[in-house]
T-cell receptor
């Protein structure tokens, strides 16, 4: 079945550091890939998405590139801020699953001033 | 613009009690979902409703029932709560047209079962 694996957390960085959160997936066909973010006490919000190989999704300084050859969708940001502290979820949607999502386990990011 | 509204936000139950978690969306979405979130396990789909009048099991449906009351509302019922059902529950909605439509989430219900 489909699965999403994220790097083990939690991740703690200093402000202005470079961020990478790894995400790899297993799925048949050509899934769409998503990053969601969950701020403390809130529900998940879509951060960015990519729908086909080599697509780059971007939003709020975050980027991720759909790499079919390595089945990966790593999240990156060049300079993190304290306000980026949150839990980040990688997810996929397979073309035969309608709009259902399969989520990774989430990565807790803490950014210290 | 409320989006997806869940009630209650917090609840404590005793083992064996029943309760219903309520969810309503005001975005005229056709599809709605219930997830549970547990530490280190991400979100797991309990049930979903692709459209009004239909419901289907997700990954972890045992111990739960759902009702798609109308297009706006999708409730989750625990008939006999168990400690293993202690979790944070999220409701979400989306348009099904095209699999790339984002899901919109409520703020969650934090449920503890003693």
């Amino acid at each position: 079945g489909d699965s999403v694996t994220q790097m083990e957390g939690p991740v703690t960085l200093s402000e202005e550091a470079f961020l990478t959160i790894n995400c790899t997936y297993t799925a048949t066909g050509y899934p769409s890939l998503f990053w969601y973010v969950q701020y403390p006490g809130e529900g998940l919000q879509l951060l960015l998405k990519a729908t086909k190989a080599d697509d780059k999704g971007s939003n709020k300084g975050f980027e991720a590139t759909y790499r079919k050859e390595t089945t990966s969708f790593h999240l990156e940001k060049g300079s993190v801020q304290v306000s980026d502290s949150a839990v980040y979820f990688c997810a996929l949607n397979r073309e035969t699953s309608g709009s259902r999502l399969t989520f990774g386990e989430g990565t807790q990011l803490t950014v210290n001033p | 613009n409320a989006g997806v509204t869940q009630t209650p936000k917090f609840q404590v139950l005793k083992t064996g009690q029943s309760m219903t978690l309520q969810c309503a969306q005001d975005m005229n979405h056709n599809s709605m979902y219930w997830y549970r979130q547990d530490p280190g396990m991400g979100l797991r789909l309990i049930y979903y409703s692709a459209s009004e009048g239909t419901t289907d099991k997700g990954e972890v449906p045992n111990g739960y029932n759902v009702s798609r009351l109308n297009k706006r509302e999708f409730s989750l019922r625990l008939e006999s709560a168990a400690p293993s059902q202690t979790s944070v529950y999220f409701c979400a909605s989306s348009e099904p047209a095209g699999r790339n439509q984002p899901q919109h989430f409520g703020d969650g219900t934090r449920l503890s079962i003693l």
